[in-house]
């Protein structure tokens, strides 16, 4: 099918604003079918607001973001419909609905968007699970449920209606660096068993390097570059290897607006 | 500068309750629209979420609405009985305590019980559900929210508030005989065949039609402070005590602005 080298995703000069602060400073941003890209900011970089967008979370306030071929900005709700039906998330907490077992957290995309009769939907919602190790757990509500297993249960709630696109937020956020591990290791898995497209939002170094195909930086905002994991590492920009050698930043202080800030009363 | 702050104040606090009340509008809106025709654009209401609203909102309420509107229903004989015997009048006991409790006890204590009951739950489940990014994960799953979480909510209200009514009007005049019919030297069972004769279809619908009312109310305030909740499980909290205090005081303004429209 994928003969038309179409991006999956085309986010062309999006801007986002929080109040008065620009939060995104026309962000062009492309993903092709079948790659693994991530991510990768330090905090405040704007990456959560572009995966906010990305989702159709946000509609846009200029710029365009589009989904297979879907304008979000200007999709109706039956095509935005459609584009949630072939995309699936994984948020940072799980987002797994504390009122629902497990496997009725694994089946509800199926129960909501499919016709299949009950016993195909409890086998398919198993199958996912088992995809996740995560078999024989689905009558757990997700209270019972450690950090790391929480996260593979949202996995295999977002790959459950098997989407061609895939987000993950901060998967290693908050887990012991072995899990961590192996869910970077079920990432690479599903691209390679499940010919999906992966876009992962992450902090964490290591992980980004270990399953990245191409890593997009941004800083404050805007992207500092988007290329390859050996281009990110050899890049001379002072930013992107501040981000990869822990460096802090060096900040530096405005004297004229340092003062204004601590004297008026109205903070801008 | 400090001339204009509580002008501004002003200012905020208008926009803001303008603001509540557009956004209340369009979930009324939108939830009724999901419910008509849902179906034809891929998302349909959910019989059974709508029972189970049903159950939490309505069954689950039926001991303690048993309980109040007895209470109720005893005191107002105490009070009717005192107050008409000064005039020698203690046969109006009957008809007093019929009309207030169809027209306006049985609807306003039942409404003020769900807002503190279910109301609260609304606001609380839903607070929770976006703090926890629940309602962003429903939002991408292609399952609009609305639709899953306010529509089912507001369908049950409709019909569990007025029946809790209905039901709380009945045993509120079941307390008042029993407790009235010995000082007025009749059964319980001549009590209520003369409540019976006396009351008519619309002091009834009097009582039903504000819990429609009362039933949006609260549904919307619940679900609309939900669904804005901010700032963690502090701000769960605080929207829970928000929907509570909100609910209680539209529930008693629309009952008095009713009252004086059915009157007249």
Known sequence: MNTTPAPLIEVDKLEAWYGRRRILHGVDFNVNAGEIRVIMGGSGSGKSTLLRHLLG??????????????????????????????????????????????????ALPLREHTNLDENTIRIMSRL??????????????????????????????????????LFFDEPSAGLDPVVSAELDELILRLRDALRMTIVVVTHEL??????????????????????????????????????????????????????????EEEAV | MNFGRPLVNIGRLTVESVAGIGYA??????SLYFAAVG???????????????????GVDA???????????????????????????????????????????????????????????????????????????A?????????????????????????VLTVFADAVAIVGAALYSSP??????????????????????????????????????IGVSTGFSVTGGAEGVGRATTRSVVLSICYIIVADMIFSFFLNR
């Open chain 2, 138 to 162: 429903l939002a991408t799953m292609g399952i609009e929210p609305v639709r899953y979480l306010a529509a089912p909510a507001l369908l049950a209200m409709l019909v569990m508030l007025p």
């Open chain 2, 39 to 57: 179906w034809r654009v891929g998302q349909p209401l959910r019989i059974r979420s709508v029972f189970e609203q049903m159950r939490q909102i």
């Open chain 1, 57 to 106: 979370l946000h509609k846009p306030r200029s710029g365009t973001v589009k989904l297979l071929g879907v304008d979000i900005g200007k999709a109706t709700e039956r095509e935005m419909l459609e584009v949630c039906k072939q995309i699936g998330v994984s948020f940072q907490g799980g987002a797994l609905l504390t009122s629902l077992s497990v496997g009725d957290n694994v």
């Open chain 2, 183 to 220: 000082s007025l030297n009749v059964t319980p069972t001549a009590y209520l065949m003369q409540t019976m004769s006396l009351l008519s279809a619309g002091d009834l619908w009097q009582g039903i039609s504000k819990a429609f009312v009362f039933a949006v109310l609260i549904t919307l």
């Open chain 1, 128 to 165: 996912k699970l088992e995809v996740v190790n995560l078999g024989g757990f689905q009558d757990l509500m997700p209270s019972q449920l450690s950090g790391g297993m929480i996260k593979r249960a949202a996995l295999a709630r977002a790959i459950v209606m098997d989407p061609k696109l």
């Open chain 2, 62 to 136: 039926l001991p303690i609405v048993t309980l109040l509107a007895m209470t109720i229903g005893i005191m107002l004989g105490i009070q009717f009985i005192a107050a008409l015997s000064e005039f020698g009048a203690q046969s109006q006991v009957v008809v007093a305590v019929a009309k207030s409790v169809t027209r306006e006890f049985g609807a306003l204590i039942t409404a003020i019980l769900v807002a503190g009951r279910s109301g609260s739950a609304l606001a609380a489940r839903i607070g929770s559900m976006s703090v926890s990014q629940e309602v962003d």
């Open chain 2, 25 to 30: 509008g369009m979930l009324l809106i939108e």
């Open chain 1, 206 to 263: 290591e992980s980004a390097f270990k399953i990245a195909d191409t890593i997009t930086v941004l800083d404050q905002g805007s992207i500092l570059m988007t290329g390859t994991v050996d281009a990110v590492r050899k890049a001379d920009n002072e930013r992107i290897q501040d981000l990869l050698n822990r460096r802090p930043r060096e900040i530096q202080v405005d004297a004229d607006a340092y003062l204004k800030r601590l004297t």
